[in-house]
């Protein structure tokens, strides 16, 4: 993925065509038929900059905004589109009960908000008469969004935008070791964040020096623990 600095956040548009306002709501989605066409959303401005739908970036930033109901259904489309990226039909009543959202199609039925969200938050646009195109590649949270999340988060998305402006190599370390260090802390060995980090494709060498280095560090954190907590010499017992 290029390389990204928090200015290139770029406030895409909404299409001239698109006849779903994203507030209030419209009749235009409480109308839908039963079945609908979903297509990809291709966009050449914010596509380069966006992240997949089922990342750890949506998940963290995005959901907070949209809500956990649209970042399940928005994943859901995206797998659909992924097994036939040509598009697909949707029956919006079966998805909404596999979404654990019952099948009420009425204007205030949670599936409905779900859909609706998408459309507010540019990430779905209407796509002919019954049928919706829909972001596969999800660009970074703008900052008037970003502004209503926690302050924790609000610096960890600080510290992930200064990862982007890192090299490729160095940004792939960079994350191993943070998912290192997270499993060592909880009280794996070294040999199974090795394996572990194998499994999320990291190459061997990468898993290898983020094992050793997270379990080092976090030798010393407890000795530095254990320390602290002996009485000194010469203190009161």
Do not use: C
């Not at 970042?71 to 990226?85: D, S």
């Not at 009543?93 to 998408?118: H, I, K, S, V, W």
């Not at 010393?220 to 320390?227: G, I, K, P, Q």
């Amino acid at each position: 993925m290029p390389a990204f600095h928090p200015t290139d956040v770029v406030a895409v548009p909404p299409p001239s065509r698109l006849a779903i306002p994203a507030s209030p709501v419209s009749n235009r989605l409480t109308t839908l038929p039963p079945t609908i066409r979903i297509v990809r959303w291709e966009d050449p401005v914010a596509d380069p900059l966006g992240l997949a739908p089922h990342s750890r970036y949506v998940e963290l930033y995005w959901l907070g905004i949209i809500g956990p109901s649209t970042t399940w259904l928005l994943r859901r489309l995206a797998y659909g589109l992924e097994m036939q990226p040509a598009g697909f039909e949707l029956h919006m009543p079966d998805t909404a009960r596999a979404l654990g959202l019952g099948d009420r199609m009425g204007r205030n039925a949670p599936f409905r908000r779900a859909l609706a969200r998408l459309v507010t938050f540019e990430l779905a646009r209407a796509h002919g008469p019954d049928g919706l195109a829909v972001r596969t590649s999800i660009p970074p949270l703008p900052l008037r969004h970003l502004a209503k999340l926690p302050e924790s988060l609000q610096r960890g998305h600080r510290q992930w935008q200064a990862e982007q402006r890192l090299p490729q190599a160095q940004q792939i370390r960079h994350r191993a070791m943070r998912l290192a260090t997270g499993l060592a802390e909880a009280g794996r060995t070294r040999d199974q964040i090795e394996q572990q980090l194998g499994r999320w494709h990291f190459h061997p060498a990468v898993a290898f020096q983020a094992a050793e280095a997270a379990v080092a560090s976090d030798g010393a954190s407890d000795r530095v623990r254990t320390s602290a907590s002996r009485p000194q010499p010469g203190s009161a017992s």
